[in-house]
Structure formats: structure tokens, C-alpha cells
């Protein structure tokens, strides 16, 4: 047995031994290596982070140089009307976050309207790698943000629709979601072609003009409240070309804000809307009478007594003594009168002008949805001489409009449309009536305005023609009701060369307001507004003494 001592003393030896202490150094060289190494590394990356920013602002960046998915759109004279523009969402990394609720309660301070709990849960959901937060944010409001130095927030680009005019034309311009997937109006009916032209880098040009359409607007807007009425609409063309000038719908919404319009602010109902026309039809008839030769414009009718048809009578408001003749049936909205007229026309020849009127199939205005008209397969007498004066038919104002170009064309009708038209564009006129029918029924149709219903949308000057209707609308069980009306007017100018045509309703009207008293008037204001637009002179208006 050795020595305590001694074995001590000889393990002291080897360790102090340089060749054994050699190895020893190396290995921490090597670690005081690859620990600067490490920290080397980590230096870099901490200036990559401070020269790149958070690296949710990535897919912003990339964002940024993508082309614009939808084409700007602009009205016939270049005033924008929907653009494109850059905005950026605000985003999350829950897992980098700090503090969810401090986060929550300073970003709360920059938009009050986010739920603080909902805001701390979606900040604290270590589940998901990315949430977000509020969409749409401006530049400005990134700015703001991005100025707060919140740890794990940041941002994402994405584009944003915006209407520049605000409400102006918003049925018929219509909107996109969040993700720009079109919804209604010519965003969705032009849809593929605004998406063309914003690849191509063009923009799409309707045939709106914004000044007429903002006093088409203002006198709907205004004729509607003075009404009391649940919905209007109004819809100015070209009756050449069937270019619209103007189409408005009431009540109105902006469409930068659709999400927080009602459903009855966003309803179209120029193009969507369905209703019984009521005497907006009576010209038709006539008119049917004429080219069908089983009615002259010489001849007489007795109107003072109903007419008895299918065991009911058909009569008039106001009846008419004495014998009457067409230029009366019109100027004085006989019921009676345009019921026997539809009865000597027959159901089958009603029909076949109906349809090439455009009244019994559904419109091809260029927005997200047209409403597709009430034609029932009716073949009673009755039924026939109800369609005559308006009632058993049901289209859309642009239906009617359309229908109405028939009195600018010689006959002929055009098809109206939102695209604006080039100067040598082809326009197809389908023949409807002869030009010698039409030019006499412009002479009854001047005649309604200027001693018939529709006096009040008389404007010296102007020469305007046109026609008064009231229809009775439905209740919930599908009965007319008798305190609730479809109040129109619709009519061309200038009567000695018509181009233009007009339709203005008002839905819900009293007993007492039918189309010669509400739309009438309103027609008048808008005409006087838009005829300087138009390159057409009007009489001045005698000042009230």
C-alpha cells in the first residue's frame, strides 16, 4: 500500500505536465470561438431587423408591385367615378406579442370601435401564426400605428375600392367586398371587362354624365320626401343611342360604406325593381290600335258609361262626356277607352307588341341583377283589356324607358345600355311601329302634357310629350289596395325631334298622389335643370309676384 502523500504529490506532477495541459487550452479556444461566432451572427441579424423592419411589412412590399386587379371607372366626360387604391390591413403575430391587453388598450386608442375582449383573445392566440386585426387601414393610419413601436404588429398591403363621388350613382356603380369580388351594379356586370382593362391598364368609361345624374338625383331625392313615399326611381337616356345619362334610385347609399347601408338603401330599383306600369301603358295600346288599323285617328268613342267585361266593370275617375277620341283616351287617361282599343287589338297581336317592346323579358342593363318582369298567361277578355290600361303586367322602369325609344326612333327600339358608345357605333333599332303611327302618337303624347294629366311636367320651351300613370299596388295577401300607389311619369322631348327619354316613379304614393301630381312635377324640375346640359334652351320661369 502506497503513501497518501506520495500519490498526491505524483497526480500534482501530471497534472502540471505541459503536454497534458495543451489539449486542455484548445478545446477553450474553440468554444471562445464559437460563442463569438454565435453573437457574430446574432449582431447581423439584429441590423438586418432594424434596416428591414417587422417582417409582417414583407408581404406589404411585395404587395405594393402587383398591378391594380380592377379598372378604374369614369363617367362619358372622364370624371372618376371607382378607383383603385393602395391600403393595408393590420396584422398580428400573437406569439410575438408582449402583452395583449396593454396591446389591446393602445390600439383601441387609435380605433375606439374594436372590442377590447376581442382584441386581447385574438392577441393572445398562440394557435395561429398570423390574425388580423382591422382592414382598410389608410396610409395615414398605418403611420400612426406603425409610430406606437407595438411589439408582433404590423401590416399587409391589400387594395381597396373607392368611389370618389360618394352616393352619386351608387345603384348604378354598385360595389365590391373587401377582396374586391363584385357585387352589384356595373362592378358586377361589367365585371371580366373591368378586370381586363385594369390588366391592360385602361379604364372603363360609362355613359353617365355626372351633372345630370346629380340633378336627377337631388329632384328624386326631393319629390320623394315631399311624397312620403317607401321608394323611387328615376332614369334618364339617350333614345337614340339607348345610352344612360342618368339612373337614380331612392333612398340612396354610399357605397364606400355598403356594409352599413340597409337592404332597402341598397335595392336598385330602376333596373331590380318590378311593377304594375299602370297608363305609362296606355300609349302602347293606342299605338297598337293604329298600326293594327282597327282604330282611326278620326274616330269617336262614347267613354261616359263603364264597360262591362267578364262580369265586372271597367271604369274611369274622372269620365268622360260625350264622345271622346284617341287624342281623349291619352289626354285623359281613359281606362275604358284603352280597354275597348285592347280588346279590338286580341290578346295574341297584345302579346307579340309587348314582347317587342322589351316588357315581358327580362332587361339587359349592364348591372348585377335585372328584375324579370310579371307576365301572367292570361286570355280572358278581361285579362286582355286589363294589360291594355297597365294592370296584369309588371316591368322595371328601364324596361319602360327602353320600350319609350320607340317614340324617338320612328318606331324603333334601342336597347338601353350603361357602356358609353363610340360616335360611328353601330346601333341595332328593332322595328316595332311605323314611322307614320309614331309621329301621331308624339301629337297625343304632347297633348297629355299640354291640356291631359300631365300638365305639370309641361316646360315651355322644351316641348315635352309624355304620359301620367297610377297604378294600385298590392297588400300582403296580394289584394289592390286603394291607399297606396305607383305614381309615374314617363315621356321623350323634344316633341318636334325627340332624342331623350325620361322615367321618373314614386312607390307608395297616398290615394291622392297620383302620377300628374307627384312624378309629373319632378320630371318638369329635372328637365329645367338638365336641358342646358343637354345643349337645349327652356323658357325662363315667370318670377312669383
Known sequence: MRPLGLTYARDTQRQDDPREAAPARGRVRLLAMAIFAVLTLLAGRAVQLAFSGDPLAQPRRTAAAAPITRADIVDRNGVLLATTVRAFALAATPERVWNPEETARVLRGVFPELDHDTLVRRLG??????????????????DQVQALGLAGIGFEAEDRRVYPQGA????????????LNALSGVERGLDAQIR????????????LDVRIQYALET???????????????????????????????WPRFDPNQAGSATDVQRVDRVAGGVYELGSTVKP??????????????????????????GGAPITDEHPIQGLASLRDILSHSSNIGAAQLALRVGGARQVSYLNRLGLTQV?????????????????????IAGRGFGYALAAS?????????????????????????????????????????????????????????????????????????????RDETGAYTEDRNFSSFAGVFPANNPRYVIVLALDGTGADQAGGVVAAPAVARTLRRIAPMLGLRVEPQAQAR
Open 125 to 142: 392566440d398562440s394557435s395561429r401564426q398570423l390574425v388580423y386585426l382591422r382592414r382598410g387601414l389608410t396610409p395615414a393610419q398605418r
Open 168 to 179: 352619386l350613382a351608387a345603384h348604378a356603380l354598385g360595389f365590391t367586398d373587401i377582396d
Open 196 to 207: 381586363e382593362a385594369g390588366a391592360a391598364g385602361r379604364n372603363v368609361r360609362l355613359s
Open 219 to 249: 329632384e328624386l331625392d326631393a319629390a320623394a320626401r315631399a311624397a312620403g313615399v317607401t321608394g323611387a326611381a328615376a332614369i334618364l337616356l339617350d333614345g337614340h343611342t339607348g345610352e344612360t345619362y342618368a339612373l337614380a334610385s
Open 284 to 309: 302602347f295600346t293606342v299605338a297598337m290600335a293604329l298600326q293594327e288599323n282597327v282604330a282611326r285617328p278620326a274616330e269617336v268613342f262614347n267613354l261616359s258609361a263603364p264597360l262591362n267585361v
Open 363 to 383: 332587361a339587359t342593363l349592364e348591372v348585377g341583377r335585372n328584375g324579370e318582369p310579371i307576365v301572367p298567361a292570361l286570355t280572358a277578355r278581361r285579362d
Open 397 to 473: 322602369p328601364v324596361a319602360l324607358a327602353g320600350a319609350y325609344t320607340v317614340f324617338t326612333n320612328n318606331g324603333a327600339r334601342v336597347t338601353p345600355t350603361l357602356i358609353a358608345l363610340a360616335p360611328d357605333a353601330e346601333i341595332e333599332r328593332a322595328p316595332v311601329f311605323s314611322p307614320e303611327v309614331t309621329r301621331q302618337m308624339l301629337v297625343y303624347l304632347r297633348a297629355v302634357v299640354t291640356e291631359g294629366t300631365g300638365r305639370a311636367a309641361d316646360v315651355p320651351g322644351l316641348t315635352v310629350a309624355g304620359k301620367t300613370g297610377t297604378a294600385e299596388t
